[in-house]
């Protein structure tokens, strides 16, 4: 999974907006809260200043423009058999939504809603752009009890609303097998898809 659409983060968030990830990083704060019965809460906020990672300053601009937007994110998620002795197959379930408070262009309609290709004007701004996702991978064959080798599944989904993002609608897929070769248990086989719907 060495191709920026599955590796990471789904590659619609840093191309939707400004999304910390590889290789620029930026301030913020993350708190987690473990529920009962393997749920979890997490939420995050971040530095949304999309000129954090110029060139210019070689990775060590520390400044915080909060006039430039400020990300967050809110995660609901569901671990279960990830627990130490645990019988069943591990699993990652996740729902989330994220937002970030800058200033985004439209790319199509003017500030009076026509065609600026049409009218030449200047495009509509908003403040604020927004977008959700969910997350599911799932063992579904493990070689032997308290061993993580065996078959998983996986997906993960993105969407934003179409005037303002690249991608309104980005998918992924797979799976993997570690340990399919004999005397090969730490290789990993994969496959994986991306698909991102372009904006209209």
Not at 16 to 32: D, E, K, V
Not at 65 to 87: I, S, T, W
Not at 151 to 177: E, H, K, R
């Amino acid at each position: 999974y060495v191709n920026n659409g599955i590796d990471g983060n789904p590659i619609s968030l840093p191309i939707n907006l400004p999304f910390s990830t590889y290789p620029n990083a930026t301030w913020g704060a993350r708190a987690i809260l473990k529920l009962p019965r393997d749920f979890y809460t997490m939420a995050g906020i971040y530095n949304g200043d999309p000129r954090v990672g110029r060139d210019e300053m070689h990775g060590l601009d520390f400044s915080l423009r909060l006039k430039r937007g400020v990300f967050m994110a809110h995660e609901v998620g569901y671990k279960p058999n990830h627990e130490e002795g645990a019988k069943g197959l591990p699993g990652n379930y996740k729902l989330g939504w994220f937002y970030h408070g800058g200033t985004f262009r439209e790319y199509y309609r003017d500030a009076n809603g026509g065609s600026s290709i049409v009218t030449g004007a200047p495009l509509k701004k908003h403040v604020g752009n927004y977008g959700f996702y969910a997350h599911a991978d799932q063992m579904l064959y493990r070689e032997k009890q308290g061993s993580d080798q065996g078959l998983t599944l996986w997906s993960a989904i993105t969407w934003g609303p179409d005037n303002l993002n690249q991608f309104p609608l980005f998918v992924a897929g797979g799976a993997f097998y570690k340990g399919l070769i004999p005397c090969r248990d730490n290789d990993i086989l994969a496959v994986g898809t991306a698909y991102g719907l372009w904006s209209n």
